[in-house]
């Protein structure tokens, strides 16, 4: 319904761009929603780009998917129970990212197995849509996200899950980096795999929780894949990696809301667009960069 | 040489009720290269996971470097069994050695930067992977690969060195050099080295003892008392053939048949 409200608003007042760059900058923030917005996305960018070059050295892109669809269910079904989405997906993802994780190794190449589960949790969170009805928005925010219709306090909220993941991160850091890239060699140095596993996919939940708000659960791979995916293309160095990573999510996320400010489209569509066309461009452009030999000085003998 | 690298009594190995093999008794001295051989699933590596204190003896004794075997020993440099590395992994030769470091460690690496750096250098350079140590480890050949799975198994000045079939995905001129490597390294650092390999071939010039996984039993040996035609039939319970050439190398026939019909 908030979001229905917000919508005419923006409708009715038609910003246009001007010639005037602090205009049309003081005129983005002029909305209270915006504000929030940028907040919001803003941590959400950070954390799920921090989050994804794990995802992607860990080639766990699909269990980052499964997890937001399975967190569909968990969210529709607390909104059936009158309870806020956000802990029913939180929920759903936690258990579901911790089962996944304690699988570890045994889950390797099981995609039919997560497949034939995701689509039957999908079918749940239909379910919970039709006994709850009259609430097709609530799904709709879900499935694609709702970033303007973001309180102040969600953007607290918001805030302190994205503080709580990125330290998570930080302190597994370099076993977790080792398990990524060598799960016997880290296990032999002492590294307790299994439940580093568990820890990743706990903290993989929290960040999904997070950029489903942003994106929605159907488009989360354009934050927390997308930008890490580009990134490991230009750089092998893992801190410069992440860092590539955040800023790629950052300014997805910047221009997607700023686009879509000033235009009558989501700004889900947006975001997953810019994503896309930077990583087709980014993977076309690939052949030419060899030729030429410019391969980002990031991953080249000189920086040291 | 001075007090065994690695001394097992009756040492039984088996995951739950399965006994993988029993009552193997040996000692490898410290500073000998030894190369374990076996059919596929006879539990090689499944003797290298027990030294390693991955999976406790279901029954015996088994002391490593003095003490019983434990979890992350800094005492013990470990090359894992893999194929290659996925051609996507997009982290620097270097980086995954400096994992060696303190990879196991929590957090971020805050301090000891240097030192880190230093130490990782080093052990590149001691394998000489210099040249490529900074290129992405899954552009990399199977050769360079290997060298840099060997430079991180050096760092922190290890005893023992356990490498799980490090010669299988290499050409045959690649585990010439690759053998002559550990060779020279192991020497010059007066490491123990236990080698699982499929081939003894390349190795025979340089191992000191043969340990045989075959048959649920262990048997170890210099090469030229296991590696006859009577100890190797014995062994396998298959008919082995050994052969010598003009120039006193051994040569093992029949075991090919042996490796791709595992009955262990």
Redesign the interface.
Known sequence: MRELAIFITVTNTSPSLSWNLFDDIASLFHYEFMVHAFQAGTIVAIVAGAIGYFVVLRASAFAAHALSHIGFAGATGAVVLGISPVFGLLAFTLASGVTIGALGNRLRGRDVTIGIVLAWTLGLGVLFISLYRGYATEAYALLFGEILGISATDVAITLVAGVVTVGALIAVYRPLLFSSVDDDLASAKGVPVTALSIVFMAILAVAVTEAVQVVGVLLIFALIVTPAAIAVRFTSRPMVAIVTGIGLALAFTWAGLTIAYYSPHPVSFFITSLAFAVYVAVRLSEPIRRRIGVRWALSSTTAG | MTDPAIIARDLTASYGARAIWSAGTFMIPSGSFTAILGPNGAGKSTLIRMI?G?LPPAAGGLEVLGRPPR??NSD?G?V???TVF?P?????GR??VG??V????????LTGRTKA?ADTSASIDAVGARDYA????GSLSGGEQQRLLLA?ALVGQPRLLLMDEPLSHLDVRNQGAMVQLITDVARERRLTVLLIAHDVNPLLPHIDLVLYVANGRLAIGRPQDIITSQRLTEIYSSPVEVLTDSRGRLFVVGLEEEVSHPHA
């Open positions: 390693l991955q979890r992350g013990i470990y894992p069994q893999r996925d996507e992994l997009s982290i620097r980086d995954f994992l060696a303190d990879g196991h460690r929590w957090g971020m690496r750096a900074d290129r992405p480890l991180q």
